[in-house]
């Protein structure tokens, strides 16, 4: 059961990557800059610089996820 809810969140990761990142962080960057792109490059550097560290941030959520449903699954496994 672990091993299937890992797959799965790994997986639905693999999509996630699908979708090039400036469609993904580009909304976040406007709401925080108040729609000024031009702000959050003076912040956080190049468009691909941001991308990159956005991309890296997402994938280390993601991992942490997936361990934590593991985790909890072989828990429930082990306790019936």
Not at 38 to 53: C, F, N, Y
Not at 54 to 59: D, E, H, L, N
């Amino acid at each position: 059961m672990a091993e299937v809810a890992k797959v799965s969140l790994t997986s639905g990761f693999g999509k996630f990557r699908q979708y090039p990142t400036t469609e993904k962080v580009t909304p976040l960057l406007r709401l925080k800059y108040q729609k000024s792109i031009a702000d959050a490059v003076a912040d956080l550097g190049r468009a691909d610089e941001i991308a990159k560290l956005f991309a890296g941030f997402q994938k280390y959520l993601y991992q942490r996820v997936v361990a934590q449903v593991a985790q909890a699954s072989a828990r429930v496994l082990r306790h019936g």
